[in-house]
T-cell receptor, first 111, second 115 residues
Framework: QKEVEQDPGPLSVPEGAIVSLNCTYSNSAFQYFMWYRQYSRKGPELLMYTYSSGNKEDGRFTAQVDKSSKYISLFIRDSQPSDSATYLCAVRGGSQGNLIFGKGTKLSVKP | DSGVTQTPKHLITATGQRVTLRCSPRSGDLSVYWYQQSLDQGLQFLIQYYNGEERAKGNILERFSAQQFPDLHSELNLSSLELGDSALYFC??????????????FGEGSRLTVL
C-alpha cells in the first residue's frame, strides 16, 4: 500500500462549482498535512498546511484532516478558471521527516 | 517566482550518457531537496542536503548522486542514463533542516528526455 493515495482525475467542473479533492494515507503517525498547487510547466507551491486533525480555512480554500479515517480533503468554493492546476496532497513522514506526495489531481475549471 | 533557479530547463540525451542538473536555492535557504516527477510515480523524494551535508535520502538510485557546495548551490548528477530516467527533476529549498509547515520552495524543474 502506498503511503499517500490520491485520485489523479482529471476533474472538470464549471466555474463557480464547489470542488472536493481527497487523499488517503496509511500511517496513523503522520501529523503534518499539506496541499500543494502546481500550474502547468511550473513547480509546486504550498497552498495550505494543517497540523493534526481539524479544518483550516484560507479564503475560498478549506483543508480538512480526519485522522480517524486517515483522510485529507481540500475544498475550493466558488471555483475560478485560475484554479485550474494539479493539486498534490502531501504528508510529512518517512523515516527522516521528508515530504511524501500524492500523485496529484488535475483540475480544470471551465468558464 | 519562488526564487529557486534550476538549469537547464530542458535536456535531451541518449541512453548511457551522464548529465548534471544545477540548482540555486532561495537566498538564505540552507536546505536543498531534489525530487523526480513522472506520470506513473508522481513526485518522488530523492535526497536532501543541509548546509553542505547530506541530511536525508529517499528513493535515489545508485547511478544518481548529488552534492551541495559551500555557496549552497546544488548539483544532481545522473549517470548511465536509461529510458526510464526521463522525467521532470525539481529542486526545492527551505530555510532549516526540517520544514514543519511543509513549505518547500520549488524551482520550475529540469525536463530530462532520454532517447
Amino acid at each position: 500500500q502506498k503511503e499517500v493515495e490520491q485520485d489523479p482525475g482529471p476533474l472538470s467542473v464549471p466555474e463557480g462549482a464547489i470542488v472536493s479533492l481527497n487523499c488517503t494515507y496509511s500511517n496513523s503517525a503522520f501529523q503534518y498535512f499539506m496541499w500543494y498547487r502546481q500550474y502547468s510547466r511550473k513547480g509546486p507551491e504550498l497552498l495550505m498546511y494543517t497540523y493534526s486533525s481539524g479544518n483550516k480555512e484560507d479564503g475560498r480554500f478549506t483543508a480538512q484532516v480526519d485522522k480517524s479515517s486517515k483522510y485529507i480533503s481540500l475544498f475550493i468554493r466558488d471555483s475560478q478558471p485560475s484554479d485550474s492546476a494539479t493539486y498534490l496532497c502531501a504528508v510529512r513522514g518517512g523515516s527522516q521527516g521528508n515530504l511524501i506526495f500524492g500523485k496529484g489531481t488535475k483540475l480544470s475549471v471551465k468558464p | 517566482d519562488s526564487g529557486v533557479t534550476q538549469t537547464p530547463k530542458h535536456l535531451i540525451t541518449a541512453t548511457g550518457q551522464r548529465v548534471t542538473l544545477r540548482c540555486s536555492p532561495r537566498s538564505g535557504d540552507l536546505s536543498v531537496y531534489w525530487y523526480q516527477q513522472s506520470l506513473d510515480q508522481g513526485l518522488q523524494f530523492l535526497i536532501q542536503y543541509y548546509n553542505g551535508e547530506e541530511r536525508a535520502k529517499g528513493n535515489i538510485l545508485e547511478r544518481f548522486s548529488a552534492q551541495q557546495f559551500p555557496d549552497l548551490h546544488s548539483e544532481l548528477n545522473l549517470s548511465s542514463l536509461e529510458l526510464g530516467d526521463s522525467a521532470l527533476y525539481f529542486c526545492a529549498s527551505s530555510v532549516g533542516q526540517t520544514s514543519y509547515t511543509g513549505e518547500l520552495f520549488f524551482g520550475e524543474g529540469s525536463r530530462l528526455t532520454v532517447l
